[in-house]
């Protein structure tokens, strides 16, 4: 009798714990292929924009500090909150020279507001909505201060650049491993589409998502006995968070590359996290002191 309440036990245990799992697993899917879906878009209307025409002389909208730096100028019938809340910002290196075509290309993005605060609006989960174009030209929402990048900052060096473009054929969707933010959010995750002008790569829509927003909506509300807890991987093992493993970064834009094998110390935890690599969901086990007896499970869901 006291084997079988415990069986009784341990499974229910086991179908508790996978029923949490499969629900993060569903809800955080749904989010992602959301988030994917816009930024597809966005892509879609930055390319029908800049494939029209338009005037090739820079709108009085727009102006440039002392240091030639390009900035959008604040409404004046407008209050700042207001503002921030209807309008991008626009950043362009200032060792590149203003020409007609990058006027033109900046004046046609100006439609991409209406664009960033709908989907703003519909995914909560957004810090950041970004339009980096290879030639150094960056429009971003919500409106900020552009005084965190350094005068001569080009996008294509960036994390979320190079994920669009580099070993991507098929110009797919694709997310970003966490990186430092550069607009100083801290760490994020960016979903990324390539922006494509006459068959060439001319930049790339951006979603950013910060680690905040994952940890407070997907992960802060799970709780299980005194050392249950939740954490998400990417299909490497990769740290995407995990709550007793700190991101760490010397600069903006250094990426955060942590596996969690690799982590592992411990050689029965490391086999458990293969099996859990190996399959799409269900639960293993593993000992973490064969001396003292009893076991850990780790259920997972993909």
């Known amino acids: 009798v006291i084997q079988q309440d415990r069986k009784m036990s341990v499974r229910n245990i086991e179908e508790s714990l996978m029923e ?76 590149k020279e203003m020409t007609g075509q990058i006027a033109a290309m900046i004046n046609r993005t100006e439609k991409l507001d209406l664009h960033f605060r709908r989907i703003v609006d519909n995914i909560p989960y957004l810090t950041w909505a970004a339009i980096p174009m290879g030639n150094g030209f960056l429009r971003i929402y919500p409106y900020t201060e552009m005084n965190m990048f350094e ?3 080009m996008q294509s060096d960036d994390p979320f650049y190079k994920t669009a473009t580099i070993d991507n054929p098929r110009g797919e969707t694709k997310w970003t491993k966490p990186y430092l933010d550069l607009m100083g959010s801290g760490w994020v995750m960016t979903c990324t589409h390539p922006i494509y002008v006459d068959g ?25 006995g005194n050392t249950g807890f939740a954490y998400l991987l990417d299909n490497s093992g990769e740290v995407i968070y995990h709550p007793l493993v700190e991101p760490k970064a010397d600069k903006r834009g250094d990426i955060f590359l942590t596996n969690i094998l690799d982590a592992a110390l411990d050689n029965n935890y490391k086999k458990a996290l293969e099996e859990v690599f190996a399959g799409d969901n269900g639960i293993t086990r593993y000992y973490p002191d064969q001396n003292k007896g009893g076991y850990n499970l780790i259920a997972y869901a993909s």
């Open 20 to 95: 949490i799992v499969n629900e993060k697993a569903q809800l955080i899917s749904l989010t992602m292929s959301q988030i994917a879906d816009e930024t597809e878009n966005l892509a879609l209307w930055t390319e029908e924009y800049l494939s029209g025409s338009g005037e090739e002389e820079l709108s009085q909208e727009y102006d440039f500090t002392g240091d030639g730096i390009l900035y959008k100028k604040i409404d004046p019938y407008l209050d700042y909150d207001e503002f921030v809340e209807t309008n991008s910002s626009v950043f362009f290196p200032t060792d």
């Open 151 to 153: 005068p001569t900052h």
């Open 200 to 224: 060439k790569i001319e930049g790339v829509a951006c979603l950013d998502v910060n680690f905040n927003t994952i940890q407070k909506d997907f992960m802060a509300d799970f709780r299980l």
